[in-house]
T-cell receptor, first 116, second 115 residues
Framework: AQTVTQSQPEMSVQEAETVTLSCTYDTSESDYYLFWYKQPPSRQMILVIRQEAYKQQNATENRFSVNFQKAAKSFSLKISDSQLGDAAMYFC?????????????FGKGTKLTVNP | NAGVTQTPKFQVLKTGQSMTLQCAQDMNHNSMYWYRQDPGMGLRLIYYSASEGTTDKGEVPNGYNVSRLNKREFSLRLESAAPSQTSVYFCASSAYLTSGSYEQYFGPGTRLTVT
């Protein structure tokens, strides 16, 4: 079965500093997508950034960027200039294609605390 | 644009009671999903529907049934609720984007407590 592993249950960062959240995944598929989702206390799942496996260039969205290492099956999230509003649970996810549909497989999450 | 809506937002059930969680999307997506989220865990797939008229089991289907009523609506039913089904339930729909990428869109979640 496909798995996604987030090895850091909790992380903390000082406001305005940079933090990196780790994620590794295991897939036998050649074509897939990777995601980082943010879940604030409101529990809404918010897409932070996505990476297509066929693209070599790392995705960036403003202060958020990824380090995608396809051979190592690693997909880390870097948050630059951390803000208090970045405090949340962060989930890494990869797609798994079965039964005519892509499905998401999630890691267990990393709780990010931002200290003022 | 409402996106993915879920009802109810909160529910408390007694063991053995039944209930149906409702989900609807207005984005004309073919695929829809039900996930559950437990403390210390990510989201786990309960059931999915690749298209109207089809449903398939996900990772944790025991104790649940689903109905894909039409393209918009995908409901999750607990026939006889158990305390182990206390969780937050998310519905989602998905699409391949014109950019060549893919995205799932999540509803706001339902917090269910079974006593």
């Amino acid at each position: 079965a496909q798995t996604v592993t987030q090895s850091q249950p909790e992380m903390s960062v000082q406001e305005a500093e940079t933090v990196t959240l780790s994620c590794t995944y295991d897939t036998s598929e050649s074509d897939y997508y990777l995601f980082w989702y943010k879940q604030p206390p409101s529990r809404q799942m918010i897409l932070v950034i996505r990476q297509e496996a066929y693209k070599q260039q790392n995705a960036t969205e403003n202060r958020f960027s990824v380090n995608f290492q396809k051979a190592a099956k690693s997909f880390s999230l870097k948050i630059s200039d951390s803000q208090l509003g970045d405090a949340a649970m962060y989930f890494c996810a990869s797609t798994s294609y079965q039964g005519g549909s892509e499905k998401l497989v999630f890691g267990k999450g990393t709780k990010l605390t931002v200290n003022p | 644009n409402a996106g993915v809506t879920q009802t109810p937002k909160f529910q408390v059930l007694k063991t053995g009671q039944s209930m149906t969680l409702q989900c609807a999307q207005d984005m004309n997506h073919n695929s829809m999903y039900w996930y559950r989220q437990d403390p210390g865990m990510g989201l786990r797939l309960i059931y999915y529907s690749a298209s109207e008229g089809t449903t398939d089991k996900g990772e944790v289907p025991n104790g649940y049934n689903v109905s894909r009523l039409n393209k918009r609506e995908f409901s999750l039913r607990l026939e006889s609720a158990a305390p182990s089904q206390t969780s937050v339930y998310f519905c989602a729909s998905s699409a391949y984007l014109t950019s060549g990428s893919y995205e799932q869109y999540f509803g706001p979640g339902t917090r269910l407590t079974v006593t």
